[in-house]
């Protein structure tokens, strides 16, 4: 059996295809078979305008068809395309959805920040670094959107989610008072739950961990994130994308992702972010192995 899941962010998007590794017990691993990244940047538009332009909203309307065929090659037997951030601020955002069904056949889930957690949590202790007996505190990052989630005991205590992301914060659409409810909730519930590392998700936290030469059981310590976000912030445009060979729609976003990564640890009083390389996409495909099951 493979599923297939793409992930409409306001970065990028993002088509994967599963398969099933092994099964032990109730645990599903997976195997990824197929990945694409393909540099659509809703978020450009909808931070800046308020609509997703039509230049974007056909690039939408041929990765869906592009899509479809893939998942007739792979024999895909369940799939879901989940749109986040972007899509749900856009003001024709139902109406690219509603293009998208009627002229490819293909059905957009818009998702709000509750699902986008749930779906990031189920993916989370797939990764063998993370001990489901420990509490700690998950950290999203996105392109429009930041979900903050504590977990104690492999379970989920709470979450929520902010207008804070990388893609907003190159338009300054991040304004003081989310940054004050921000830091409210995240003292607030670190109080509460006392948890004793972070988890990072996303690919701006991805590659930092992989800049730092740590491999996936390594936690980055808060010292090597912040000597690592100096070095980054030293270098020219040019040199990320040369030097460190960086994708240009990576190396303009990557630094105020870490800062909001960087600041959640911080309010959290948390010296240790594990990076499982899990995500989204990793949740929802273990979500429908587990439903066909």
Partial sequence: MKVAVVDIGSNAI???????????????????????R??????????????????????????????????????VKSSRVLAT?????????????????????????????????????????????IDPDESYMSIDVGGGSTEITFLRKGKRERSRSFRLGSVRSLHGQQTNKEWERFTAWVQKHAAQFQPKHAIGTGGNINKMHKLCGLNTREPMTISQFGTKIEELTACSPKALIEDLRLKPDRADVIL?????????????????IFVPKVGL????????FRQYL
Wanted: with cysteine; net charge negative; proline share 2%.
């Fill in 38 to 75: 393909l540099p659509i940047r809703l978020g450009e538009d909808v931070f800046s305008s308020g609509e997703i332009s039509a230049g974007k909203m056909n690039q939408v309307l041929n990765m869906a068809h592009s899509f479809k065929l893939l998942c007739m090659i792979h024999d």
């Fill in 14 to 36: 993002r088509n994967t295809f599963y398969g099933i590794d092994c099964i032990h017990g109730d645990e599903i691993l997976l195997k990824k078979l197929s990945y694409l």
């Fill in 85 to 129: 951030s972007a899509m749900r601020e856009a003001k024709n955002g139902h109406l690219l959805i509603e293009l998208v069904k009627i002229q490819k056949g293909v059905e957009i889930e818009l998702i709000d920040g509750e699902e986008e957690a749930e779906l990031i949590f189920e993916s989370i202790f797939l990764a063998a670094c």
């Fill in 281 to 288: 996409a990793e949740g929802a495909a273990r979500k429908m």
């Fill in 256 to 272: 105020p992702a870490s800062e909001i990564y960087y600041r959640a640890m911080k309010q959290a009083r948390l010296d240790r």
